[in-house]
């Protein structure tokens, strides 16, 4: 039984990460129909992560539920690079804002990692699936809503989320957004048209088209971001940017934010796997 | 003060002869050492008290009562052993009465005391002289790894993973199988099991080598009798949160992803997960893939790197003390063939202390086991002792 599955998952997968697959199936199935079940969906191309509902990402366990991005690797480790390199106390909170939030991981991660009360994060997106999914995972992980009227001083790190389209130019009169900023994240649609044709199957047949188109050139969200940071008092002093990009975009980033956004001090950052993969602006 | 060092003075002769009328065999050679390092840290005992400031105003007060706190026991020990040695006194002066009742009455009073006397000195006093081991409190990291003898080996080794699981329920350790790989033709190829509790690691680090198993396998149609063996690696597990981190620095560790990803990021939605760590000094390398998060392998691949790494201090603390003094401590040779489990005679026999114990099925499921590494811990407790008896 269990080797006729790793069978049928080893034509797709290899025989490594068949068995590794299977087991985390295994562990999950509560029944051998439902295991069977979920092999077949994998074999069709179904992403694991949509199949099991969920994705660790650092120490969170996040609910993952198609159309919406399924947290990926690069983005927790340049995440929780940058709760290393984030200096916020209860004292000094930050206030953080995340552009097309998804799952809410970015903001979720780091109100994990940093101190408690020394953390606002607001998460922006243009689909209601992925607001009510981060709504939803941020009620797994223990993070609560900031108290409303906003001088309050909170005990605990907050997230809150809300629709908002960041390439409207009027973005940032939207009443939800509460500017200055000390911290934008943001890991938006970066792939070109050309690139999207080559996406294997599990990724362009269940995650939102929306998520990952970047325009023409992939760069379509960078150019909003570098007119959003220019604009007077929507980011403090002292702030950082942190953008994730695509496998070959981050010199064209750092000089977007460098030309468009006047940002002098740049930094990028290699993801595990060695690509460069995070653009740091500092204000 | 004054009374405890007159005391300790009147009964010393009482040592001496002790030591000297009764070192014929040599486990009383043995008892009068024993009782010369007691002696010596009652010393020490008088010598702490008497430094006590009398109003306690230094700081080295407090030091000094703690450590007299610390061995009060073997104060209670030595006085436990005066007292025993003044009644034998007392009731070998009876031998001579006039009256025969009370003669049998001596003798019988005497032959109880003497035996007192020797439980205290042979086994109650060493116990409290050996010094606590640093590594009591650890709980312990255990390996599996399949060796010799095919499908046969991983199913043995399942059965040995149960045993120690079916242990540590019955000694509340908490067990999580760390990872496992399940062997196609049935058992377990290898397995990684953390065990967490106090003195999980001192009571299964005498685990560490070759068990061999002798049966006829489920499988075998003949009836012929294989061997196979299974290789079990106990190593101290250290808390991220312990003092470890001395015991390597970040620098020195070369942290690695095991496949290619092509453009990452929004293009790739497979989980590749599998971290592996490299510590340069040591050439340790520790590959990690069990889990769905890189995260979680990467903390799970430095608990597996820290645990390794205290066992490579301990062996080489272990060492150095054997190479200052002729240290009759056995260090675990991994290699080393040290238990057989016979199925058609029904015992398993610890090759390192020659015990055999005629109930299989008790061993892999019952108490046996326990048996086992209470004699274990007897003999290394002894073979400490011996060290430190020849370092007198
Ligand atoms: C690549 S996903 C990133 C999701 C999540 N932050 C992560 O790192 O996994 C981009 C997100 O941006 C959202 N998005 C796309 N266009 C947007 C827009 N114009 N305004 C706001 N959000 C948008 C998508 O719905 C999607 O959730």
Redesign the pocket.
């Known amino acids: 039984m269990a080797s006729k599955l790793l069978s049928i998952l080893a034509t797709s997968l290899g025989p490594t990460q068949a068995r590794l697959e299977l087991k985390w199936m295994q562990q999950q199935a509560r029944h051998p129909a439902q295991l069977t079940e979920m092999v077949t969906r994998r074999s069709r191309g179904e992403p694991l992560q949509y199949i099991l509902g969920s994705q660790p990402f650092g120490p969170l366990n996040l609910l993952t539920r198609p159309p919406?991005?399924?947290?990926?690797p690069e983005?927790e480790h340049w995440v929780i690079k940058l709760a290393d390199r984030t200096s916020a106390s209860p004292t000094s909170p930050k206030s953080l804002l995340?552009?097309?939030?998804?799952?809410g991981?970015?903001p979720l991660l780091l109100c994990h990692l940093l101190p408690q009360g020394s953390l606002r994060t607001h998460g922006?997106?243009?689909?209601p699936q992925?607001l009510d999914l981060a709504k939803e995972n941020a009620a797994v992980c223990g993070i609560p809503p900031s108290s409303p009227g906003s001088c309050a001083r909170n005990t605990r790190n907050t997230f809150t989320a809300t629709l908002?389209?960041?390439?409207d130019p009027m973005f940032s009169e939207d009443a939800t957004i509460d500017p200055p900023y000390d911290i934008i994240t943001c890991?938006?649609?970066?792939i070109p048209w050309h690139e999207y044709l080559k996406l294997p199957r599990s990724v362009t047949a269940y995650e939102?088209p929306?998520?990952?188109f970047g325009g023409p050139t992939g760069l379509d969200?960078y150019h909003a971001i570098a007119h959003l940071v220019r604009q007077t008092n929507f980011i403090r002093p002292g702030a950082v940017v942190a953008l994730?990009v695509g496998h070959n975009q981050a010199q064209d980033v750092e000089r977007i934010m460098r030309v468009h956004a006047h940002v002098r001090d740049t930094e990028i950052w290699p993801d595990p796997w060695g690509k460069q993969r995070t653009v740091l602006a500092h204000l | 003060m004054l009374s405890l060092s007159r005391r300790w003075l009147r009964i010393t002769p009482a040592v001496c002869r002790f030591a000297s009328s009764h070192a014929h065999s040599p486990s009383d050679s043995k008892n009068a050492r024993i009782m010369r390092i007691l002696e010596k840290r009652i010393e020490e005992r008088k010598r702490l008290s008497s430094e006590l400031s009398h109003d306690m105003s230094s700081s080295a007060d407090i030091i000094r009562l703690k450590q007299l706190k610390e061995s009060e026991p073997l104060q209670a020990a030595w006085d436990e052993y005066t007292r025993t040695r003044q009644l034998l006194d007392e009731t070998t002066a009876l031998f001579e009465d006039s009256d025969e009742a009370m003669r049998a009455l001596a003798l019988e009073e005497h032959q109880s005391l003497s035996t007192s006397l020797t439980s205290l000195i042979s086994s109650h006093i060493p116990s409290l002289l050996i010094p606590p081991s640093p590594t009591t409190h650890l709980s312990a990291m255990l390996e599996l790894k399949s060796g010799v003898g095919g499908s046969e080996s991983s199913l043995f080794l399942a059965d040995l993973m149960r045993m120690y699981l079916r242990l540590a329920n019955s000694r509340r350790w908490h067990t999580s199988v760390v990872s496992q790989n399940e062997n196609e033709g049935g058992g377990i190829k290898d397995a990684l099991v953390e065990v967490k509790g106090d003195g999980a690691y001192e009571a299964l680090r005498w685990e560490s080598g070759v068990h061999r198993v002798q049966r006829v396998p489920a499988t075998e149609a003949s009836g012929r009798v294989h061997t196979s063996t299974v290789a079990v690696i106990v190593l101290p597990l250290v808390e991220e949160t312990d003092s470890a981190d001395a015991l390597f620095s970040m620098d020195d560790v070369k942290i690695e992803v095991m496949r290619a990803r092509g453009a990452g990021g929004?293009h790739v939605n497979k989980t590749e997960s599998a971290v592996r760590l490299t510590h340069i000094p040591t050439g340790i390398t520790v590959s990690m893939q069990d889990e769905r998060s890189q995260h979680q392998n990467k903390r799970r691949a430095f608990t597996v790197l820290r645990s390794r790494l205290m066992d490579l201090k301990i062996s080489r603390e272990i060492a150095e003390r054997r190479a200052t003094r002729q240290s009759l401590v056995r260090t675990a040779d991994r290699s080393e063939k040290i238990r057989t489990y016979n199925y058609a005679q029904e015992r398993v026999t610890d090759h390192r202390i020659g015990l055999t114990l005629k109930n299989l099925s008790s061993v892999l499921e019952g108490d046996g086991l326990q048996d086992f590494i209470d004699a274990l811990q007897k003999d290394h407790a002894e073979s400490v002792l011996e060290d430190m008896l020849s370092a007198e």
Do not use: H, M, W
């Open positions: 919406v991005l399924i947290p990926r983005t995340d552009l097309g939030t998804g799952s991981c970015i922006v997106d243009i689909s992925a908002g389209n960041f390439l890991n938006p649609p970066y939102d929306k998520a990952l969200f994730e | 929004q």
